[in-house]
Structures are given as C-alpha cells and as structure tokens.
C-alpha cells in the first residue's frame, strides 16, 4: 500500500512538473527571491523587502503569508483550524519550487518573482504583483480567467454573479433597500470562484475587493492595514466547498430547537402588558409561536436618549419577571434587543464611563459623539473588562428567564475613525465588531449557562461568525416586491461563504406598505428559509394575528408547514453543524458543470430534498421552473411528477409557492403543535417519494432534547436512517435506529406514507408481518402505520402491482 501510494505521489508530481512547464508567470518587478528553506511543514522564502511562509491546513487549504521586513504576522480573526496534512512534497527544478498536497500545488518562481496556485494539475490563480503599498493602500492583484463566474464579499444585492464590481468593504446597514444594494451589513473579503476555489483574505481592516471593475481579469485586495495573509481553498464538489471552508473558519453550533419556530416581533412592543395580549392572540387563534422579541421599548418609552439603560423600563413593564415566567410556562422565549450604544443620557453613562468599559478618544477619555439616538460613546468589545461589564448586564436579564439576545446596529453603525479601541484604530477593527460581540455573549453562556444553548440574532458579523452561533438577518429590507426579490440571493451567496443561518425580516421591514399578497408570498418563502421571523415597522402589522382574515389564514397555513417539517429542518441544523453544508442551497450544488445555474437564485435546494421557487411579483400566474437532471421531482403538494434536466412552466397557487421534492427522498413530519415545547416523535409521520428511476435512496431523522449543548457530541441524541431499495416490482424501506450512549428513545408509531405509487399495491408487510394499508387512487398515495421500537430496527417491504 505505501508503495502504491508513493507511486501515485510521483504520477502527481510529474503531471504537476508538467502543467509548470506550460504556465505562464505573471511578473512582481519589485520582489527578488534570497534563499528558502522548510522549517517543520512551513516553507520560507526570504525576499528583499521580507518574507513569504507558505503552510498548508490539509490537502484542500493552503495559507500564504507575506511579512514585510520590520512587521509581524498578527493573529487571525477568522480561522480556527489547526494544520493537520501529511504526504506534502517539495520540488525545486528549473528555478521554480514547487510545494504540493494531494491536490493543491504552490507554484514559486525565482527569477521573476511569481506564484501560482493550481489544483489537480488545473491552473486555479497566479499573483499578478504579490502585496504592494501605495501612499493610503496595500494591494494585492490576482490573475482571473475571462469565464470565471465570482461569488462572495458578504451580503450585497449585485446578482449571483459579482464579478464586474468593486466591493467596499466597511460593514453598514442599507434602509430601505430593495433589488440593488452595493454596501450592507456583512462585508467579507472572501472570493469564491466557478471553478470551485476561493481566496479568504484573512484581514480585519476596511478596504475594497475589486473583482475584475476594469474588466481586465485582474482581481485585487486592497487595505489600510493589517495582514498580508490569504487562504486559498480548493475541492472537487461544491458541498465539499462548504465543508472545507467551515473546517478553516468554524461550524455553526445547534440552535435550540424552538429557534426554528415562529417569532412575535415588531419594532416594537410598547408595555408588558402590550406583549402578553400580543400572544394571547396567537394562542386564542392557535397560530403556533415560540418567541416573542422586545425591541428598543423594553427599557425606554421613546426611540431617542434613552439607550444603554439595558435595564426594564418599570413603568411600562412593572413586572419582567412575571411576565417572562409567565411565557415561558406558555412555551413562548423572551428575547431583548441590546445596542452597543451608551448614550450619555441613558442611566449607564456614569457606570461605564467609571468602569472604563468604553472606546476611547486621543487623550484617553471616553470618546463622545452624536448620531440618530443622541449624543453617545461605543462599548469597546475587545477589552477585557469591557467584556465582564457587557456579559454581566446579559447575565442578570438570563438569571431572569431572558432566552436570547437580539444584537442590533453592531456594524456598528455609527463607528468615527478617529475612535479607539484596546486592539487598534474604529477602521482597523470596525469590521469584526459583530463577530466579537457574538464571542462575548457566546462564550458568556458557555462559562456561566454551559446547559443552555444560546440565541443570538446579529446584524452584523465576519467570516466565521457561525462558529459564534451568530443568527444574521438581512438588515431593513423594503416592505416591497423589490425588497423580496433578492432575498434568496443573499442567503445563498451567505451560505457560500459559511455562514447559513441568513435570513431576512418576513413581510419586510421599512415603509408602510399594506400589501397582503406580498406579504403571505414572503411568509410562504419563509418556511423554506432557516429562520422564520416577521418582522417590521409597527405602522402595518408585521404578526400574521392581526391581518386580515384571508391574509392571516394564509399565514397560519404557512406557520403550520413550518412545524410539520421541524424534524427535517432540525436534521437539516444538525447536518450544516457536522459538514458546515448550508441549508439553502444554490442549484449548481445540482449540476456543477451546468454554466447557466451559476446565476439562479430565486429557485435553489432546501436541504437535499426540497426544490423552492419563490414568487416574487404581484399577480403572477406562472412561474418558469428548472428541475435539475438526474432526479425525478413531484409537487410537494398535488404529487404532479416531473422529470429532471429542463425547465416547466407552473401555475402558481394563492395557497403556497412551487416547491417540489426529489424522488427517492424521506421527508419526516409531526403534527399539531402550538410551539416546539410540544414537539415530540412520539406519533410522527414519514413520507417517502417513490421513483422507479431510484434503485436506492437513503435519509435520516437527528434527535436530541433541543437544548443542551454538544448534545450529539455528549452522547445525548439518536438519529434514525432510512434507506429504500426497488428491484422487481419490490420496494423496501429500512428504519435504522441509532443512539448516543446518554440517551434514552422511546417507542413512535409512525404513519408511513408512499407517494407516487400509481396502482394498488399487492401486500405490505413490517418485518415479515402483513399490515393494512390504504391506496388513494387520485393522489396516488399508499398510506400505512407502525410501530418502531425504542432502539429497534426494522424492515418495510411493499409487493408493487405491475
């Protein structure tokens, strides 16, 4: 076996020699190779003006640092992986060195300076000038293919295709936007490209990514400061994609389960008692919900002067405690609104000026300026003690019953230049400010909650913000068609980039628009998206209690989809918390070769197998759907079967939009549930949708108690696997129980339905013994039940009629 492996390595070499021998090299006319040398598995090259390590993480990620004389290399923000790759080979032949993996190849020429980055023998990206410095830059500059296809820079509303654009990179809420918007809250300076690679410039400070403006296939990196460190990673597939770029910036830990539920929120709820009457409309009209969240109102009465109280407004709210207690036996979570802000009229101004918890100016003092809410100064989230203050205020509201923390205008929004903070200058850190405010609240309940799992809804964040358990949101949206239009785009393009819980304010946010079929459309798209929350200005209701009749019924039709398919969706969180695999997924995960997907997004992948089309225009009557090739779709709601590989015109529906799901794939379901603290597989239902085309399929069901930490790490979950297996005229479906060491399962009988089983089926039988069943001859639906042991497998065989 080494043998074989040896030889293959110097196949790879060999092929790797020979695409050097073809490259063309861009030339660095400043830079001169001195020496190199491999210290431990870090390859050093000294330059004139500094030098170059090369490491790589495993065969998939490679980082390439430059260290300009006389400067360090700094610490990275964003990446948590720890190098682990064996089987690395150094060449030097022709005045080129060559650093290789099993896949990746670091090309270095001596004389001109150069490198080249190439996967597989494929030429991925060439340096066009290595890192150069003007009066107010750093820049760096990249060779581009003419075809190249680039996605990421953050959340941006430019297309699915960002090439052609110069990306500031200065995170910043957009009021009010809709079908463009260059500059929003998530600025990332991450670059993924068609041919499935990406470059992570691994950098705080603000700056620009430039992807090919000119339209000279140039890509180029420019800052004020900071790193000279970037990771290229490369792979085959893109799920493979996703799950090597969360291995190097960090997966997303499970959300508690009612997270996936739905949320009571406006801007805002006024009083306690405003709140409590709030839900009681939701109960009085069983429209499931399993959170309410209290915007700015909670501890003041106006939108000015009073934020940094982050304390109860008692008048308004004469009992919190009460209150929350009293929702909490309900089943429904109290989630507060905190902002970074002290205003120096808020009751806290004293208190953290005298702590020293506060950004500062050029002369020490608390730095002090004005902007929409009053005259305030910024809480520095970098400063140890500044740390312990926040934490603490957070850790007395959660000894309250708070659930979870919504992080609002942590852009921060309003953030001067000249403002300084412990780590560095406002631009040199403005862009990680959202992520470390999530690592503040996260490793807070880490330390002091280590049995909860933590809520924490943000605004603002940066590459591997996941790992914090950030929930982003897509910032104001218009409440208009406009502002839903591209709402798919950025929570793939966000996904991409490892961050998968993006969603966006359901029905809108920004304006007065009293307009219900875009309202119950967003709502409908809302269940196919990771978080499902209304939410908006209170000058048209954004809860669905107090629509209209229709339009509320619409809603809770909706609603109660999204808790039918909560064992799915858990499963879904579970699988994105394992691989770093995103829960919306754009259709060329499909078919990766298909040149014409790379620009789709109002139609994508919602876990394996659900296809979502949105309907995103007033009145539409059809939509044109593509159905990827390979599969067979059916309409998840009449049954309608389709073949793959083209694209159908659908008639759309005033009850749901086109959604469609693969044949071959389980879909676990519940019913009857007011919020998740009844959530239970005690009596669930599984569908299983059945292709002749599809000798073999496979799927799982993950559970845990949906609320401790690591629960699948702890031995605290069973996950259960189905498999299915057609071969003459017989289909089998397998139920495969598994369980951690620390968890006890319990007996479900589950209601078996079959879809596309076109006519009646001679027999069906568990585990050799016959059991009734019925067959619907119109939806063509085979429907049976039984009972799954705790721990137990089992065996379903269905003799097919021919």
């Known amino acids: ?57 495993n065969e998939n990620i490679v980082e390439t640092a430059f260290i300009p004389s006389g400067e360090k290399k700094g610490i990275s923000h964003a990446v948590v992986m720890n190098p682990k790759v064996d089987d690395l080979s150094l060449v030097q032949k022709n005045g080129i060195i060559t650093y290789m993996s099993k896949g990746l190849v670091v090309e270095v020429s001596k004389s001109p300076f150069s490198i080249q980055y190439l996967y597989k023998g494929k030429n991925l990206i060439s340096e066009k000038e290595g890192y150069t410095k003007t009066d107010s830059t750093e820049n760096i500059d990249f060779n581009l293919e003419k075809e190249e296809v680039l996605f990421g820079g953050g959340a941006r509303v430019l297309g699915m295709n960002r090439r052609g654009n110069r990306l500031q990179l200065y995170n910043r809420a957009h009021y009010g936007y809709g079908t463009h918007s260059e500059l929003m809250n998530y600025t990332m300076p991450v670059v993924i490209s ?33 790193r ?24 997303q830990p499970m959300l508690p389960r009612w997270a996936f539920g739905n949320f009571s929120s406006r801007f805002g709820y006024h009083s306690q008692r405003e709140t409590v009457e709030t839900i009681d409309h939701f109960l009085k009209d069983s429209i499931p919900v399993d959170a309410i969240i209290l915007d700015l109102y909670w501890f003041g009465k106006t939108v000015k002067d009073e934020m940094g109280n982050l304390a109860f407004d008692r008048d308004s709210f004469p009992n919190p405690e009460k209150m929350i207690s009293d929702l909490n036996d309900r089943g429904v979570k109290t989630i507060l609104i905190t902002e970074p802000f002290i205003l120096t009229t808020s009751d806290r101004w004293d208190e953290a000026v ?51 923390w919504w992080g609002d205008l942590g852009e921060p929004e309003v953030h001067p230049s000249e403002l300084l903070h412990v780590n560095g200058t406002a631009d040199e850190v403005h862009n990680i400010y959202g992520h470390y405010w999530a690592k503040l609240v996260y490793e807070g309940y880490k330390k002091d909650f280590p049995e909860q799992r933590p809520f924490i809804l943000m605004r603002a964040g940066a590459v591997g913000s ?66 499902f929350r209304p939410h908006a200005q209170e000058d048209v209701a954004s809860e669905p209690v107090f629509r209209e009749p229709a339009t509320k019924a619409l809603a809770k039709k909706s609603i ?28 060329f995960f499909e ?66 939009i086109p959604v469609f799901v693969r044949g071959g794939s389980f879909v676990p379901m519940v019913q009857g549930m007011k919020n998740t603290i009844g959530y239970s597989l005690k009596n669930m239902d599984l569908h299983y949708y059945h292709a002749a085309s599809v000798n073999e399929s496979e799927g799982k069901l993950y559970n845990d108690d949906g609320e401790t930490p690591a629960a699948y790490e702890k031995g605290e979950y069973e996950m259960l696997r189905f498999n ?27 209601s078996h339905f079959i879809h596309n089983i076109e006519k009646q089926p001679k027999k069906v039988s568990i585990n050799g013994k016959r059991v009734d069943f019925t067959w619907d001859e119109k939806s063509n639906t085979l429907g049976f039940s039984g009972v799954l042991k705790a721990e137990k497998n089992q065996t379903i065989t269905i003799k097919l009629a021919k």
């Open 1 to 57: 076996m080494r043998l074989l492996q040896g030889l293959r390595l110097r196949l790879f070499v060999f092929i790797a020699l020979i695409a050097i021998s073809t490259t063309v090299f861009a030339q660095n006319s400043a830079r001169e190779f001195l020496s190199s040398q491999l210290r431990g598995k870090v390859l050093e090259i000294k330059t004139n003006d500094g030098r170059y390590e090369i490491q790589f993480y």
């Open 194 to 226: 068609s041919k499935k690679y990406a470059i992570h410039f691994d950098n705080a400070p603000i700056g620009f990514l430039d992807l090919d403006s000119q339209k000279n296939n140039t890509l180029r990196y420019e800052t004020i400061s900071g």
């Open 228 to 251: 000279k460190v970037y990771q290229v990673v490369a792979t085959d597939t893109w799920e493979d994609f996703t799950y090597q770029f969360t291995e190097l910036t960090g997966r």
């Open 354 to 404: 005298r702590e020293g918890v506060l950004g500062l100016d050029s002369l020490g003092n608390p730095y002090k300026y004005d902007f929409f809410f009053g005259n305030t100064g910024l809480v520095d989230v970098f400063k140890p003690k500044a740390i312990d203050w926040f934490w603490n205020i957070y850790k007395g509201l959660a000894n309250k019953g708070v659930a979870g």
């Open 466 to 531: 996941q790992r914090y358990g950030m929930i982003p949101w897509t910032g104001d949206v218009s409440r208009s068609w406009d502002g839903l239009k591209p709402q798919t785009e950025i929570s793939l393009q966000m996904g991409l980039q490892g961050i998968s819980y993006m969603h966006s304010d359901l029905g809108g946010f920004a304006g007065a628009n009293l307009d219900d079929e875009l309202y119950t459309r967003w709502l409908q798209y809302g269940v196919f998206q990771p978080i």
């Open 560 to 587: 109660e989809l999204r808790y039918k398919l909560m064992p799915y969706i858990y499963t879904m969180a579970f699988e994105n918390h394992q691989t770093g695999l995103p829960l919306m997924r754009p259709l």
């Open 591 to 656: 078919e990766e070769d298909n040149q014409d997907l790379l620009h789709i997004s109002d139609t994508y992948l919602w876990g394996d197998a659900f296809l979502v089309s949105t309907v995103t225009d007033p009145g539409l009557k059809n939509k044109e759907v593509y159905m990827p090739k390979n599969s067979v779709w059916f309409d998840f709601v009449t049954d309608k079967k389709y073949d793959g590989g083209k694209a159908y015109t659908i008639k759309t529906q005033k009850e749901s």
């Open 724 to 750: 299915s297996t057609y071969k003459s005229g017989k289909l089998s479906i397998n139920l495969i129980s598994e369980t951690g060491d620390h968890y006890k399962a319990i007996d479900k009988k589950i």
